[in-house]
């Protein structure tokens, strides 16, 4: 009988892999792009979602930067931006803790600073571009309107909303639409959600087969929470039409949060804040005369909301 040796896995880092096995390379991600630092097999790191996305090497270009607590993840997605400047990308940042201004001076541009009460508004429920040229009720401004209302009455409540709810919040995103329309806007803004789920009409409760005050009832806790950004604690920001001659043509354009990083809500704010940007980018909004080309969308500290809404955050565009 032939007995075959067993020889046990060879496990190392690739620190002491490369000195076993000198020659060991991989073929990385090509030189084109900005520099990101030193690849561990050897070379260069270089990295560009845009170029990546081209070759077909990536089919979707977002990015997600991992790391413990004070490891460089701020600093180097700034010095990123930075060195993608000089391929004329540009850069839109939802930044919680307001340590994005010294880039934004860097660049000549003054942060766009929001807080309860302040002077800027941005209405999260723009609607953005819309794919099919007309109302897609899939990807539409409509689905796109009532998944962010809906991820955030869940955030708010910090539970999944039940049917009822939900059926609730889609009639009045109708009827809040129509509200705006009767003012001569496109746009709904939260109190006219609110407002519609709190007082809805009859013609929402007969679609859903049941009466006003059922209708009422239904909306009534989503409504309540998502009170909390229209009249409550949270009122100044996310509240109305978006503040007229906000500067966006720039290279950079930071949302500075830093007034509601330690509010429970910076999930739902942060939310509203990336939902603002990405129907913005999606409508061409700053991308006029003297801008254009790529734009980096970032959202720092995303965990705040990736731990808390179920919402989709495109990092590129
Ligand atoms: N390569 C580096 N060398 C020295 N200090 C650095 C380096 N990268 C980051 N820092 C500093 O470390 C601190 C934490 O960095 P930061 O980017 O805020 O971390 P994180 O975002 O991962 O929490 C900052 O004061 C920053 O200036
Ligand atoms: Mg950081």
């Known amino acids: 009988m032939r007995l075959t040796p067993v020889v046990p896995a060879h496990v190392a880092t690739t620190r002491h892999l490369c000195a076993a096995y000198p020659l060991v390379t991989e073929a990385g991600l090509g030189h084109e792009g900005v520099l990101v630092g030193r690849d561990l097999l050897g070379g260069a790191f270089v990295h560009d979602p845009f170029a990546l996305y081209r070759r077909g090497v990536v089919t979707n270009p977002n990015m997600v930067v991992f790391g413990q607590i004070g490891r460089g993840k701020s600093s180097f997605v700034k010095s990123y931006l930075w060195r993608q400047a000089v391929f004329g990308r540009r850069a839109w940042v939802v930044d919680p803790k307001g340590e994005y201004g010294p880039l934004a001076e860097a660049w000549g541009v003054a942060p766009v600073t929001l807080r309860p009460g302040g002077s800027v508004r941005l209405n999260p429920l723009e609607a953005g571009p819309d794919p099919a040229g007309d109302e897609d009720p899939v990807g539409g401004p409509a689905r796109r309107r009532s998944a962010l209302t809906a991820s955030l009455a869940v955030a708010c409540l910090g539970r999944e909303l039940?049917?009822?709810?939900?059926?609730?919040?889609?009639?009045?995103?109708?009827?809040?639409?129509?509200?705006?329309?009767?003012?001569?806007?496109?746009?709904?803004?939260?109190?006219?959600?609110?407002?519609?789920?709190?007082?809805?009409?009859?013609?929402?409760?007969?679609?859903?087969?049941?009466?006003?005050?059922?209708?009422?009832?239904?909306?009534?806790?989503?409504?309540?929470?998502?009170?909390?950004?229209?009249?409550?604690?949270?009122?100044?920001?996310?509240?109305?039409?978006?503040?007229?001659?906000?500067?966006?043509?720039?290279?950079?354009?930071?949302?500075?949060?830093?007034?509601?990083?330690?509010?429970?809500?910076?999930?739902?704010?942060?939310?509203?804040?990336?939902?603002?940007?990405?129907?913005?980018?999606?409508?061409?909004?700053?991308?006029?005369?003297?801008?254009?080309?790529?734009?980096?969308?970032?959202?720092?500290?995303?965990?705040?909301?990736?731990?808390?809404?179920?919402?989709?955050?495109?990092?590129?565009?």
């Open 162 to 317: 039940r049917p009822r709810e939900r059926a609730a919040v889609d009639v009045a995103l109708g009827a809040a639409a129509v509200r705006a329309a009767l003012r001569g806007a496109v746009d709904p803004i939260l109190p006219e959600v609110v407002e519609a789920l709190l007082d809805p009409d009859p013609a929402g409760a007969a679609a859903l087969r049941t009466t006003v005050t059922g209708l009422a009832e239904d909306g009534r806790d989503p409504a309540l929470e998502l009170r909390r950004l229209v009249a409550g604690d949270l009122r100044g920001m996310f509240d109305g039409p978006t503040t007229p001659g906000l500067e966006l043509d720039g290279p950079l354009v930071v949302l500075d949060l830093s007034a509601v990083y330690h509010s429970p809500a910076l999930g739902v704010l942060m939310a509203c804040a990336a939902a603002w940007l990405q129907a913005a980018v999606g409508t061409g909004t700053g991308t006029g005369a003297g801008a254009g080309g790529h734009l980096l969308l970032v959202v720092d500290e995303a965990w705040a909301i990736l731990s808390k809404l179920n919402i989709q955050l495109n990092y590129c565009s």
